[in-house]
């Protein structure tokens, strides 16, 4: 289960950091991810990390966010930075075993936390 928080409502160009808190993982070894969906679009992959704290980044994430992980809290979090209206969105936070599938369909979903940017 993953379960985020976070969300809410800021300013442009104002900050947020997101949190995922995984349940039910017996072991460290899976990659965590973060996607978001704006109204209209299709959804976006964000940001992804490995156990071991190798990252990627989106083109529109990169230099804005930051992903991170705290194995021993089993929690993730997604630093935002600089926000514009176009983030906008439901932010999903996801796990997968593979790197690789995590960038594109995750096996696992949270339920996702809206943010909002106002101008």
């Known amino acids: 289960q993953l379960v985020e928080s976070g969300g809410g409502s800021v300013h442009l160009g104002g900050s947020l950091r997101l949190s995922c808190v995984l349940s039910?993982?017996?072991?460290?070894?899976?990659?965590i991810g973060w996607f978001r969906r704006a109204p209209g679009k299709e959804r976006e992959a964000l940001s992804a990390?490995?156990?071991?704290?190798?990252?990627s980044y989106s083109d529109s994430a990169k230099g804005r966010f930051t992903i991170s992980r705290d194995n021993t809290e089993k929690t993730a979090y997604l630093r935002m930075s600089s926000l514009k209206t176009e983030d906008t969105a439901v932010y999903y936070c996801?796990?997968?075993?593979?790197?690789?599938?995590?960038?594109?369909?995750?096996?696992?979903w949270g339920q996702g936390t809206q943010v909002t940017v106002s101008s």
């Open positions: 990390i490995t156990s071991g704290g190798t990252t």
């Open positions: 039910g993982f017996t072991s460290d070894d899976y990659a």
């Open positions: 996801t796990s997968d075993k593979s790197f690789s599938t995590i960038q594109t369909s995750p096996t696992y």
